[in-house]
């Protein structure tokens, strides 16, 4: 959950005629429930999953919709401006994507821009995955004159002063100097450049870290201009579309800025189908089309019926959660009131207990937790990317029609997503160990799915002296726990571990699995910078 401080009195004068005990009953159908109040303030915990509401005002247009004082798709103008943010080649290693908008006609007073700052972070924080995936930078756009530039330089090649220093810095002594810098290095880390933005009087911001000192937001400033860089279109695109939307909630007049010759941000909003059948069997309602299409519109999608029994619905951009129909299903509940159902006796007894499948499971992460392993949870969703950095991807069962490039794939092996984290890990002291027991997918033309679900269990350790020996020692006891017997180990060929450090495990004469230590390649392709060692088994 993330926390996101909200005045009562701001959103009560913007909701008339509710009052503030009818608008606290109402925010946990927001996904917003109230952790702490001081006075006027509140602050709120709010569901990472929904990247719009990490602002006030996102909370008060969801309410709006709640409380039918607008309902159906947010009103969004984006007028095309003039200018052009000209991408160069460079940065497509770097930090890929771009999209940019301007935002004018704005009053800002001393609490909006501490608001600016909190969306900022709080977007970053979560939805950018700590600035890695998104990041922000808001700026007066006064004092900012075209044209424009993306580009990827050198670290020591360009110099400008940024927040909070009086000096000018190139961006290689920002990271290693400057506070923002080593906070947020580690997005960078594995980069040869640094990506800048720059106008004519030189450099804008140096994402994802800092931007310049000259363009800071004030009381005084009234037209901004609004930059998202990132390593996904979609998220960027998504970032920017929530700005634009606050901002234009706001009373501010939004501009386009042409990049690639597309204009961004691209407001068309997502469509997707809902069966009106298949969500009264999930929900055990009895909702016609247009009652189902009412609630819809107070969770701010617009919907109408494609044909008979499915509704055609429209997504706004600015929500970045919507990946499948049961989020759909989940909007309908919510714009109902889950308060709304009648609770119902369960018709049927049933005695349920923990299977042997899982008893076994608990049992390995048990084992490794008393090793001194921390645990993960990752998804089993992946992508060919991921597979393809840490040189896994053989096996690798692909997604026909994606909906999202962050989940393309169903991961064959888990390493990659241990390896994920590592690497989004490399400020935080080693050593570093960590592990999960999950399922993964693998092709099989001999079933009829011609893929097999299988349980694994793998196992990283980063640090200094990680080696072979270490992960082989941990290994071998698991298995003694887990199956009654020690491995044996035999020569092995696995691309993604070092040739003559690494080895077969085989138990009963078959083999369950690789150990070994990672081979320096991988390591580099995630920009981890200390030894790993680890290994990988099949437990059913």
């Known amino acids: 959950m993330v926390s996101v401080s909200v005045s009562k009195s701001w959103l009560l004068s913007r909701l008339k005629g509710i009052t503030e005990s009818q608008l606290l009953d109402k925010l946990p159908d927001v996904k917003a429930t109230v952790e702490a109040g001081n006075g006027d303030e509140m602050t709120l915990e709010v569901t990472p999953d929904r990247p719009d509401l990490l602002c006030r005002e ?20 984006i007028e095309k401006g003039k200018a052009v943010m000209k991408v160069d080649a460079s940065v497509k290693a770097v930090r890929p994507f771009i999209c940019c908008a301007f935002a004018r006609g704005l009053k800002i007073t001393a609490g909006d821009v501490g608001e600016i700052m ?10 950018g995955r700590r600035r890695k995936k998104v990041a922000i930078g808001v700026h007066d756009a006064a004092k900012t004159k075209p044209p424009f530039e993306y580009r990827a330089v050198a670290p020591d090649s360009v110099k400008f002063v940024p927040l909070s220093w009086a000096r000018e810095a190139t961006p290689g002594q920002i990271l ?3 506070d923002k810098g080593k906070e947020y290095a580690f997005a960078l880390a594995d980069k040869k450049r640094c990506p800048v ?3 004519a009087h030189g450099v804008v ?11 800071t937001v004030t009381e005084k400033t009234t037209d901004l201009f609004l930059d998202v860089t990132g390593t996904d279109y979609d998220a960027c695109n998504a970032a920017l579309n929530i700005l634009c939307q606050n901002f234009s909630d706001d009373g501010a007049r939004i501009e386009s800025v042409s990049i690639a010759g597309k204009e961004t941000p691209e407001t068309a909003p997502e469509t997707m189908l809902l069966s009106v059948d298949g969500t009264n069997k999930t929900l055990g309602t009895s909702f016609t089309a247009s009652e189902m299409a009412r609630y819809l519109a107070r969770q701010r999608i617009a919907a109408v019926e494609a044909k008979k029994g499915v509704l055609k619905c429209s997504i706004p951009r600015y929500r970045a959660d919507f990946l499948h129909e049961a989020d759909l299903i989940e909007e309908v509940a919510l714009g109902y009131g889950y308060n709304s159902f009648a609770p119902k006796k ?8 923990l299977s042997k499948k899982t008893l076994f499971e608990e049992k390995a992460r048990d084992l490794l937790v008393g090793a001194g392993y921390a645990e993960l949870m990752t998804y089993v969703l992946s992508n060919e990317e991921k597979a393809f950095k840490s040189l896994a991807e053989k096996n690798l069962v692909r997604i026909k029609n994606p909906v999202s490039k962050e989940y393309s794939a169903l991961r064959s092996t888990i390493m990659p997503s241990l390896l994920e984290v590592l690497s989004e890990n490399t400020h935080s002291s080693y050593p ?7 399922e993964v997918v693998e092709k099989d033309s001999s079933r009829d799915t011609k893929s097999a679900e299988h349980t694994h269990l793998c196992a990283l350790n980063a640090h200094a002296d990680a080696s072979l020996s270490e992960s082989a020692s941990v290994l071998r006891k698991a298995c003694v726990s887990l199956f009654g017997k020690a491995p044996s180990f035999e020569q092995a060929s696995a691309p993604q571990f070092l040739a003559g450090r690494q080895a077969r495990v085989m138990l009963d004469g078959k083999m369950i699995g690789v150990v070994g230590e990672l081979h320096p390649q991988v390591l580099l392709n995630w920009g981890i910078t200390v030894p790993c060692s680890g290994f990988e088994v099949r437990l059913f």
């Open 176 to 178: 290693s100097q400057h």
């Open 197 to 199: 933005i720059t106008d």
């Open 58 to 77: 996102g909370i008060l247009r969801s309410l709006k919709g709640l409380f039918e004082k607008e309902t159906g798709l947010p009103l969004l103008k």
């Open 118 to 127: 909190q969306v900022q972070e709080k977007l970053t924080l979560t939805h």
């Open 205 to 215: 911001s140096f994402p994802p870290i800092i931007n310049a000192a000259r363009t």
């Open 346 to 353: 369960p018709s049927v007894f049933t005695l349920g207990s």
């Open 432 to 438: 570093q160990r960590v592990f999960e027991a999950g």
